[in-house]
C-alpha cells in the first residue's frame, strides 16, 4: 500500500500529481466543512392496542432471563402448549407480563430467577453439545453431572462445540447473558488452535483478514497466525468473532487444509488456562457483573436494551462548531514621497571586505633585531 509523501512538517501531503505529456494536474477540491451530526432520536416501545404504554417484558424474555431455556426453545414450548399462564395455555410467544407469577411449565411452577451464574468447561472430544441427541450419543449434560458443583441448577452453553472439537465451552443460567455474548454485532473474540497438515503460507492466513466467501457463505475477519511447523503438520491459531456452524473447518479446508484436532483456547476474557479436561470452574460472581458492564457498554448493545426495556436512549449532545477565526485586514501601503528614487546596489555589495585599522601593514620576512644586537626593547 502507498502513502502519500509527508512534508517537513512530518504530516502527510497531498500525492504528487502524475507527469507526463498531456497529463495536466489535477484541480485541488477545498473539503466540505463538516457539520454536526443530528441528535438521536429517542427510540422508545410501541404502544398497546388501547393507546397506553406497555409495562412489563415479553414472557420468552423473563424465562430466559430465569434460566428455563433460550427465547427460540422457549417459542418452540409455546407452540407445543407446555406454558400456561392461570391454568390456561399461553398461545402466543409476544404474551406480556410484569412478572412470571402464576406461570408454569410442563405443570410446575417457575421459580424467581437467581443471580447470572458462568463456568468454564473443558469439553472433551466426541461429547454432543446439546440437551439430548435422538441417535443416543453422548452429549455434554453427561459430563456435567460430576463435573458442576452443587446446586449449579440448569445451564446453557454459550455457543456450540462440534462433536470433534475441544476446549472451552462456556455456561450460564441465565438467557439475556447468553443471547449477548453470541450477538456478532457484540463481536466477541474466540480463539482457536487447529493441528492441520499439508502446505499453507502466513501471507495466505493474512489474505483471511478481509473476509472470504466459501460456498455462497461469507464469513468476516479471522486473525490466523502460523505458530509452529514441522514438515506439513502445522499448528495455527486463529481469532474469530462470528461463530458460524465449523467456520474454523470450512475456511481451513477452503485452503487445502486437513483439520486433524481443534482446541478453543478462549472466549471473551475467559481463558481455558490449566482447566482439566472434563472439569468444570465457575466464574466469580464480580468477573461476570464486571463481563455484562463491559457488553452493555457498547452503543448498539445500549439501543437495543432500551428497546426491549420500553427505555427512551439519551440523545448524545451535539459536537461544538469551532467559530472562524477573524483574518486581520492587511494595512494601506505608504504613500512614497515625491522625488524618492530606489537605491540600486553595487555587485559588490554583501562581499566581506578587510576593514581598515589606520596602522601600517606588518612586513613580511624576518623581524629586525635592535641596537647591539639585542632583542627589541631589551636593556643595556
Known amino acids: 500500500m502507498a502513502f502519500p509523501p509527508k512534508d517537513r512538517s512530518g504530516r502527510p501531503g497531498r500525492p504528487a500529481a502524475p507527469t507526463g505529456s498531456g497529463s495536466k494536474p489535477a484541480p485541488y477540491k477545498i473539503p466540505k466543512p463538516r457539520l454536526p451530526k443530528a441528535a438521536a432520536v429517542p427510540q422508545t416501545r410501541a404502544p398497546a392496542d388501547d393507546g397506553t404504554a406497555r409495562e412489563g417484558d415479553r414472557i420468552a424474555k423473563l424465562l430466559a432471563r ?9 417459542e418452540r414450548y409455546i407452540a407445543e402448549g407446555r406454558i400456561a ?11 406480556i407480563l410484569k412478572n412470571l407469577r402464576g406461570v408454569t411449565v410442563d405443570g410446575n411452577p417457575v421459580a424467581a430467577p437467581e443471580p447470572p451464574r458462568l463456568f468454564m468447561f473443558h469439553k472433551p472430544s466426541g461429547l454432543i453439545t446439546a440437551e439430548r441427541d435422538p441417535t443416543g450419543r453422548p452429549t455434554i449434560y453427561t459430563a456435567l453431572r460430576n463435573a458442576l458443583p452443587e446446586g449449579a441448577g440448569r445451564v446453557m452453553p454459550v455457543g456450540r462445540l462440534d462433536i470433534n472439537t475441544e476446549g472451552l465451552l462456556l455456561l450460564t443460567n441465565d438467557g439475556e447473558l447468553k443471547r449477548a455474548m453470541e450477538l456478532p454485532a457484540n463481536a466477541v473474540p474466540r480463539t482457536y488452535r487447529a493441528r492441520t497438515f499439508g ?8 489474505e483471511l483478514m478481509q473476509g472470504i466467501e466459501i460456498e455462497g457463505i461469507r464469513y468476516g475477519p479471522i486473525n490466523a497466525n502460523l505458530e509452529r511447523s514441522t514438515g506439513r503438520n502445522k499448528w495455527i491459531e486463529l481469532t474469530l468473532t462470528e461463530g458460524k456452524n465449523r467456520e474454523v473447518r470450512r475456511v481451513l479446508e477452503h485452503l487445502g487444509l486437513e483439520v486433524s484436532r481443534l482446541l478453543r483456547l478462549r472466549y471473551g476474557p475467559f481463558d481455558l488456562g490449566e482447566l482439566p479436561r472434563g ?29 426491549h426495556a420500553g427505555k427512551a436512549v439519551a440523545p448524545r449532545a451535539p459536537k461544538p462548531v469551532a467559530k472562524p477565526v477573524p483574518v486581520p485586514e492587511r494595512e494601506p501601503e505608504r504613500p512614497r514621497r515625491a522625488g524618492a528614487q530606489r537605491v ?19 612586513r613580511s620576512g624576518p623581524r629586525p633585531a635592535g641596537k647591539n644586537g639585542g632583542k627589541p626593547g631589551a636593556k643595556r
Open 66 to 74: 430465569a434460566g428455563v431455556a433460550s427465547r427460540r426453545e422457549i
Open 85 to 95: 399462564l392461570d391454568g390456561e395455555v399461553i398461545t402466543t410467544p409476544a404474551t
Open 199 to 206: 502446505d499453507v503460507a502466513q501471507n495466505q492466513l493474512d
Open 279 to 307: 472439569a468444570a470452574e465457575e466464574v466469580p460472581q464480580v468477573v461476570v457483573e464486571r463481563f455484562r458492564k463491559g457488553l452493555a457498554g457498547d452503543h448498539a448493545t445500549r439501543v437495543q436494551q432500551a428497546v
Open 344 to 362: 540600486r546596489l553595487s555587485p559588490d555589495a554583501g562581499k566581506l571586505v578587510d576593514k581598515p585599522t589606520g596602522r601600517p601593514p606588518r
